[in-house]
């Protein structure tokens, strides 16, 4: 790879990073709101946040919906707020299982109306302060470039039936995006179309550009004065006003005329100018009629005059140091120990089915359940020493498509049975695989029973080697238990309906059937000992 390709390469990597950090600061996700405190729900502290209910308040149509929001809102009815520019959205649980999506739209700033806010905060330093400091001043937010909502401007929607404007959903999200507002200003900013470390950044290059041009003017004022009165006059602009304003005091006819400046003085305070507003052909044109004004020019911001006139070289800038060195002896503390691996997966809050979504909601609980459950099984095969991790492929190793199919049905609701919600489920697999729905029903109940070998036991019989699968019949007899037929790795009392499978992990699968019928289906679970699987088949 050449030098070039290899800086295009690095170019490009440092653009998506970039991009991606922009990303992430143009989107906030905020967890469900503590409940409030008052009896009367939830209210707005900061004179900017009761703004934003005031502009709810003046474009509602039903104050009873308000209420009725406030009331949501107070409940903790609101669930993950996400805030992006132009647009906040929650999940709302309303009456009904699945929760609402609702959403609030908000006009964002073009390009001109965020180049005049910035100016004014860089141009009055206070006012950085006030919103590093979580406050919103009213001079900023009332200026030139309004950023509170006016009247009408707050654009609520829901996928509930309601279509009041707003309806209680939406209402409830505005209270709650009210007291967002009130812990952090920098939300209001977001919504309308910038995120905080974005706004420090364009600040600080703001304020560094300002401070390197005062550096040039100041070295500026320095070269005139040097050459125009032979290296013996200082220049303290920090007295410059006073001094005007001493001046104008001064009557016309007592102020002395002033003397016509030199020619060299004019030419180097044309490139003084020059220099000092960072114009590199106008500084090369106005010093070339000035012997040495290149050279001084370019010297400038090495050296400086002090109060006798004498030239004091400026400090050199520090070396910088790579944070690897500067942390290379940090001591770290000592991570926490892991939290113990619960009994079970736990299962995805239901989703809201909305309207016009890029995906469905039921199959994306279904991949949460699924990823759910297979870091369970991974936390769960690695066992009490962490550092050892799972042995062999993993407790999910690569499993043929229908084996994963079946997986991904049965960890879906791993307690449910057939309900509406599983029954949709089968039909869906079984169009996907070419399969009945009862079959997906069959190995699921199998899956859950004992995962890939349950469904293998389900679909395929084996030979068994001679120990185990002859000692059960002798061992089922000796507890009084019925007297099975044994057939492959199957033991069988076809006229009670009751059924044993010994699979290849020394483990026995109790099945069931109608008497008479061969319609074998999987029940309870699989057991080490014989005698243990069929009484408990035997007690349902």
């Not at 000092?276 to 050279?295: E, F, H, K, L, R």
């Not at 006798?308 to 290379?328: F, H, I, Q, S």
């Not at 991974?378 to 407790?395: H, I, M, N, Q, T």
């Not at 039909?427 to 695989?433: F, G, I």
Request: glycine share 8%; proline share 11%.
């Amino acid at each position: 790879m050449s030098p070039g390709q290899r800086r295009r390469g690095v170019g490009s990597g440092n653009t998506v990073a970039a991009d991606r950090l922009l990303r992430a600061d143009r989107s906030r996700t905020f967890p469900p709101l503590p409940r409030p405190d008052g009896a009367d729900g939830p209210c707005a502290a900061s004179w900017w946040g009761r703004a934003w209910l005031e502009a709810l308040e003046s474009s509602a149509l039903d104050a009873a919906r308000l209420a009725r929001g406030r009331t949501y809102a107070g409940d903790g009815h609101v669930d993950t707020i996400n805030v992006t520019p132009g647009r906040v959205i929650a999940t709302v649980r309303g009456s009904r299982p699945r929760p609402y999506s609702a959403e609030v739209r908000v006009r964002t700033l073009d390009e001109q109306e965020w180049e005049a806010l910035l100016d004014g905060v860089a141009a009055r330093p206070d006012r950085l302060t006030a919103l590093l400091g979580k406050e919103l001043p009213r001079a900023l937010a009332e200026g030139d470039v309004p950023l509170l909502p006016e009247p009408g401007e707050l654009a609520p929607r829901c996928s509930c039936p309601d279509s009041g404007r707003p309806c209680k959903h939406a209402a409830a999200l505005c209270f709650e995006v009210a007291r967002l507002l009130d812990a952090d200003p920098f939300v209001l900013l977001l919504l309308r179309g910038r995120g905080e470390r974005e706004l420090l950044d364009e600040l600080a290059r703001r304020n560094a550009g300002h401070d390197a041009r005062e550096s040039r003017v100041r070295a500026a004022l320095l070269a005139v004065a040097a050459s125009g009165s032979g290296g013996s006059a200082t220049v303290a602009p920090a007295a410059t006003p006073v001094s005007m304003s001493a001046s104008a005091s001064v009557p016309a006819s007592s102020a002395p005329a002033p003397a016509p400046a030199p020619a060299s003085s004019r030419s180097t305070s044309a490139s003084a100018r020059a220099w000092a507003s960072g114009d590199a052909a106008a500084t090369a044109s106005a010093s070339a009629s000035v012997p040495g004004a290149v050279a001084l020019a370019e010297s400038q911001p090495r050296e400086a005059v002090d109060s006798d006139g004498e030239a004091v070289p400026a400090a050199a800038a520090p070396r910088g140091v790579l944070a690897r060195e500067a942390l290379a002896d940090r001591p770290r503390p000592l991570l926490p120990p892991p939290m113990a691996v619960p009994p079970r997966p736990g299962q995805p809050p239901a989703l809201p089915d909305a309207v016009g979504l890029p995906f469905d909601a039921a199959t994306l609980e279904l991949l949460a359940a699924d990823a759910a459950a297979r870091a369970h099984g991974w936390l769960s095969a690695a066992g009490p020493d962490e550092d050892a991790g799972p042995a062999g492929p993993g407790p999910f190793a690569a499993l043929p498509p229908w084996e994963d199919a079946i997986r991904l049905a049965a960890t879906a609701h791993p307690t449910a049975g057939l309900t509406a919600t599983t029954r949709a489920l089968y039909r869906e697999v079984a169009a996907a695989t070419g399969r009945t729905p009862a079959d997906i029903a069959r190995s699921v109940a199998a899956w859950r029973q004992g995962g890939a070998e349950g469904l293998a036991l389900l679909e395929r019989t084996w030979n068994p080697p001679a120990g185990d699968f002859d000692r059960a019949r002798s061992a089922l007899l000796a507890a009084g238990l019925p007297s099975l037929r044994p057939h492959d790795n199957h033991l069988t009392h076809a006229g009670r309906g009751i059924q044993l499978r010994f699979g290849r992990d020394h483990r026995w699968y109790p099945y069931e059937s109608e008497p008479g019928a061969d319609d074998w289906w999987p029940t309870g679970p699989a057991d080490p000992d014989p005698v243990g699987a069929l009484s408990t088949l035997l007690a349902r």
